[in-house]
């Protein structure tokens, strides 16, 4: 969408006191929680209440901050579930919510209730797994978004726009394996295709 339209929209619908969804989504290393980082200092510049939440389970750089693989950070509320947004955030304007693929399938209605609400509601999170399959709720949350943003990282190994996230070690099938650069790598499409081939080839050997 062009940002310039997209920003008179939002414009529109603040000024309408009407809520809405959007949706950073993309592979891992691609700046999604920068870009939620990003939009959420932009509403605090604009004196705006603002609260920001991450699943439990995402422990790998802070228990109680986002923080972006450049290591820019902005404090945040850690839930168990997706259901304890709904009271933390009744008197903010904006709700950022980090890793959402991580939190349970409850939170698409969470994020329809705090946008018919009138909320702002930001979401960063990883469309695919490490299979490229679709992640956890973030399928139902790119459909219910009126604004979806798909960021990419750069293929390690051509150098091309990168979607997916390979995991390194094919002898573990834990859907939630966290991790960086020591786990996971960027690929695109087609040095996905070939990595998964030769996992899948070293397994029957």
């Given at each position: ?42 509403a605090l510049i604009a004196k705006q209440s603002v609260k920001i939440f991450k ?151």
């Amino acid at each position: 969408m062009n940002q310039i339209f997209e920003s008179e929209l939002q414009k529109h619908l603040h000024q309408n006191k009407s809520g809405w969804i959007e949706v950073v989504c993309g592979s891992m290393f691609s700046g999604k929680t920068e870009e939620l980082i990003r939009r959420i200092t932009r509403a605090l510049i604009a004196k705006q209440s603002v609260k920001i939440f991450k699943p439990v389970v995402d422990v790998r750089y802070s228990k109680n901050e986002v923080v972006s693989h450049n290591k820019n950070t902005v404090g945040a509320f850690v839930i168990s579930e997706s259901i304890q947004i709904l009271d933390l955030a009744k008197d903010c304007d904006v709700v950022g919510i980090d890793e959402a693929q991580f939190f349970d399938l409850e939170l698409p209605n969470v994020c329809q209730e705090l946008a018919n609400q009138g909320k702002r509601v930001i979401i960063a999170g990883l469309d695919m797994d490490y299979k490229g399959i679709p992640f956890g709720a973030m399928p139902v949350l790119l459909s219910v978004a009126e604004f979806v943003t798909k960021v990419h990282a750069i293929c390690l190994r051509c150098g091309g726009l990168a979607a997916y996230s390979h995991r390194l070690d094919s002898t573990n099938e834990e859907t939630i394996l966290l991790g960086e650069t020591d786990r996971y790598e960027p690929l695109c499409r087609n040095c996905f295709q070939h990595a998964t081939l030769k996992n899948s080839a070293l397994h029957y050997q």
